[in-house]
């Protein structure tokens, strides 16, 4: 589960990013987070992961509050999520089976259970034929279901992903969004900002609204 309370974000300290954020996502839902540019979707994803400490209030993820958490302890946590960014960022020099072997060595997987789950993600993923290209070589779509299995190898807790569908077309966001709804179903939480209006109404599912860095709209999980 995902907590905020009374969180606020300011990069500057004239202006917040986010204001007042309280909101509870409970374990196994698959939240849209949406709003305009600028409105602090990004923001408030970084606050998940720990990329960004609030300035005030508090993020919990199951109970374990992140503003308490030491530097030694920020990459536990990250272990247990997932992160889907717009553009990739994938490993351009690595073949698609690195860069999604990856998150595994990090967890100090061995070489065979490596190899084995990686193929079986990159198989789910419809990129068996791509394992040993080189992420430039690939479509947009295909490097994007890359960083999807990068993400999602280790089945993560929690998956973020920001505005994931953004540079793809309608075939391609429906692939990505299937991915997502596998994802879920496997008990994976999943959150993804977005102002793709088609993505989000054609998903009944929960929409969370920021506007000015503040929540406007919130069906069901404000707490
Ligand atoms: P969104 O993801 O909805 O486009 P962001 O979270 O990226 O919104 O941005 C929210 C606000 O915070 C915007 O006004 C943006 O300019 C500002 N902002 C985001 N990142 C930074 C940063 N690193 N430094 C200063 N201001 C930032
Ligand atoms: P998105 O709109 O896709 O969420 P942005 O274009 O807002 O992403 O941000 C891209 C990067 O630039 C982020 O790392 C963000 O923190 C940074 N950034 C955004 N706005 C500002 C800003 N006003 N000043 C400095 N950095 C910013």
Sequence with gaps: MIQMHNVFMSYQPESSALADINLKIPKGDFVFLTGQSGAGKSTLLKLVYADLTPTRGQVLIDGVNLTRLSRSQIPML???????????????NRTVLENVAITLEVLGWGKRDIGKKVFHILKRMGLEDKVNATPL?????????????????????????????????????????????????RGTTVVVATHDRRVIENSHRTVIRLDKGRIVEVPDVQG
Excluded: C, M, W
């Excluded at 947009?140 to 920001?162: C, W």
């Design 137 to 185: 070589r690939l479509s947009g779509g295909e490097q994007q279901r890359v960083a999807l299995a990068r993400a999602l190898v280790n089945d993560p807790k929690i998956l973020v992903a920001d505005e994931p569908t953004g540079n793809l077309d309608d075939e391609n966001k429906e692939a990505i969004l299937q991915i997502f709804k596998e994802a879920n179903n």
């Design 78 to 92: 990250r272990r247990s999520i997932g992160v889907v960014f717009q553009d990739y960022k994938l490993l351009p």
